[in-house]
């Protein structure tokens, strides 16, 4: 059986003192893919944030465990340096920050001609000249987080909601590239929808609500059982 990359365990956190994630535990198989679920609010986003170690969001009790190795108190960049790699909900502008400069800050052996590749096939090859994000739309915004982890090549990539505000096109040649990247690593995957599950192979589904987990299990069996009967079924799942 697969090592696990990441398990977390009874997890709590608040971020301005107020709790938002309550005593979640679950873990990720070496090379497996998971699917984040969760209405709006549920704390999905907060976890990533946390797994991440990004300041202000403040574990309360329990464990995150990166490669077999307590990294509650690691900084940022030391989880980084670890093989964490992020795509964000609402990636920040760097304004000053050309986008092909900061590729090739994060480029963890990717040649330059492999990132001019990349960045032909998310069709970002004239956005390597401006500001990170300054301008972009939405859907650049997500090209361009996969560009920079599809550079930077992460062991366990965290993906916030890569679907959201794409439209159907992109969301093919994102979920494509996403998959590429998913090959032979790990995985978490925030989707609302659910429309990127029908380019990426997800082995796994858990579901978020209220920061708690509410249930676990086949990914496309519990994004139908949302799309019919909502979250709130998820509570009432007798296999949790
Ligand atoms: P999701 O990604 O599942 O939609 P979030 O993790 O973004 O949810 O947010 C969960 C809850 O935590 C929300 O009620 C949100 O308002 C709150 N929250 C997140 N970040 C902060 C913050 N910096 N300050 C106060 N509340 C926050
Ligand atoms: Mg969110």
Known sequence: ??????????????????????????????????????????????????????PGYQIVSG???????????????????????????????????KLKDLLNLAKNGTSEEEIEELAKRLKMTEF?????????????????????????????????????????ENVELLGKEIQKLLEGRSGLIITHIGYILNFIKADRAIVLYDGKIACQGDPFKILKDIKDKGYKACLECSKC
């Open 1 to 54: 059986m697969a090592s696990n990359i990441l398990e977390v365990r009874n997890l709590s956190v608040q971020v301005e003192g107020r709790k938002i994630l309550k005593n979640v535990s679950f873990e990720i198989a070496e090379g497996e893919t998971v699917c984040l679920f969760g209405p709006n609010g549920a704390g999905k986003s907060t976890l990533l944030y946390t797994l991440i170690g990004y």
């Open 128 to 168: 390597l000249d401006r500001d990170v994000n300054f301008g972009f739309s939405g859907g650049e915004m997500k090209r361009a987080e996969i560009l920079q982890l599809a550079s930077l090549k992460p062991d366990l990539l965290l993906l916030d909601e890569p679907d959201s505000g794409v439209d159907v």
């Open 63 to 97: 464990e995150i465990i990166f490669k077999g190795k307590v990294i509650n108190d690691l900084p940022v960049n030391e989880r980084a340096n670890m093989g964490f790699g992020i795509a964000f909900q609402h990636p920040p502008k760097l304004i000053g920050v």
